[in-house]
């Protein structure tokens, strides 16, 4: 199994900026994709950016330009950069990992327990 410790949310206001951490330990061979995702209270689940162990990155059109996603790919970790918070950027942050899926097509992914990112305006 492949265990997530996200770190870094909290409280920041409009305009400011916060870095969020993700560390994978476990059985972390294998992992070939780790990102973000964020989840606002009555809304589904949602990419916000994925940085894959060749380096190649993607975001959400909405935080383009205003986050940045990165990691060591040795060690399993990733990292956002979050920068001109709004509002709307209000959610919980959930790491996620991924592997290549199983021979049957069956998807291997990882979730952390979520971290709380809250912006005021």
């Known amino acids: 199994q492949v265990q997530l410790v996200e770190s870094g949310g909290g409280l920041v206001q409009a305009g400011g900026s916060l870095r969020l951490s993700c560390a994978a330990s476990?059985?972390?061979?294998?992992?070939?994709?780790m990102g973000w995702y964020r989840q606002a209270p009555g809304k589904q689940r949602e990419l916000v950016a994925t940085?894959?162990?060749?380096?190649?990155?993607d975001y959400a059109d909405s935080v383009e330009g205003r986050f940045t996603i990165s990691g060591d790919n040795a060690k399993k970790t990733v990292y956002l950069q979050m920068n001109s918070l709004k509002p709307e950027d209000t959610a919980v942050y959930y790491c996620?990992?991924?592997?290549?899926?199983?021979?049957?097509?069956?998807?291997?992914?990882?979730w952390g327990q979520g971290t709380q990112v809250t912006v005021s305006s």
């Open positions: 940085i894959l162990s060749g380096g190649n990155t």
């Open positions: 996620n990992a991924k592997k290549p899926p199983f021979a049957s097509g069956r998807l291997r992914e990882y």
């Open positions: 476990g059985n972390i061979f294998r992992i070939n994709a």
